[in-house]
């Protein structure tokens, strides 16, 4: 086996675990009968002006990482934290938004991350950043291709 093919299948490895993870993760906020169609990885942060602050302590100034998933009912986004002794993943319910109540999902890109607002008919906003480039603008056609399926106007 050569050097390319284990690194190949250590990485596809580590990946369908992260995967499995995160679906457990998800799927533990899941109604009877919903299904997972889709997710992406997402994170809040404090604006950069306060996070150089000194007298802020790191501890606040630490992002929030969300996992925002697609069902086929609605938007669902679970907080995901990590704790510091055992190592533990867990996920708490943050939010979610039904399908029928999302006006439209603003993917904006940068250099190197991307974000996504969601804005929903009841004026909310709920905006997420530091995803991975290509993240928001996958996570914003999801949307729209399943409300789209479901008889829902177009995102």
Same mark, same amino acid.
Request: with cysteine; hydrophobic share 40%; proline share 5%.
């Given at each position: 086996?050569?050097i390319?093919?284990?690194?190949?299948?250590?990485v596809?490895?580590s990946?369908?675990?992260?995967?499995?993870?995160?679906?457990?993760?998800?799927?533990?906020?899941?109604?009877?009968?919903?299904?997972?169609?889709g997710?992406?990885?997402?994170?809040?942060?404090?604006?950069? %002006?306060?996070?150089?602050?000194?007298? %802020?302590?790191d501890?606040?100034?630490?992002?929030k990482?969300f996992?925002?998933?697609?069902?086929?009912?609605?938007?669902?986004?679970?907080?995901?934290?990590?704790?510091?002794?055992?190592?533990?993943?867990?996920?708490?319910?943050?939010?979610? %938004?039904?399908l029928?109540?999302?006006?439209?999902?603003?993917?904006?890109?940068g +250099?190197?991350?991307s974000?996504?607002?969601i804005?929903?008919?009841?004026?909310?906003?709920?905006?997420?950043?530091?995803?991975?480039?290509?993240a928001?603008?996958?996570?914003? +056609?999801?949307?729209?291709?399943? +409300?789209?399926?479901?008889?829902?106007?177009a995102?």
């Amino acid at each position: 086996m050569s050097i390319q093919s284990m690194v190949r299948e250590a990485v596809s490895e580590s990946i369908n675990e992260s995967n499995n993870e995160f679906t457990r993760l998800v799927g533990e906020h899941l109604a009877a009968g919903e299904s997972l169609l889709g997710f992406q990885i997402g994170e809040k942060r404090l604006p950069f %002006v306060v996070r150089i602050l000194p007298l %802020v302590p790191d501890v606040l100034t630490r992002p929030k990482r969300f996992m925002l998933a697609v069902t086929d009912r609605r938007i669902l986004i679970v907080q995901v934290s990590k704790s510091l002794l055992t190592r533990k993943v867990s996920g708490r319910h943050a939010a979610d %938004v039904p399908l029928s109540d999302v006006q439209s999902i603003v993917p904006a890109t940068g +250099r190197l991350t991307s974000a996504v607002t969601i804005h929903t008919r009841q004026g909310r906003k709920l905006r997420y950043t530091g995803m991975l480039q290509p993240a928001a603008e996958c996570f914003a +056609r999801d949307v729209q291709t399943i +409300r789209q399926g479901c008889g829902g106007s177009a995102v």
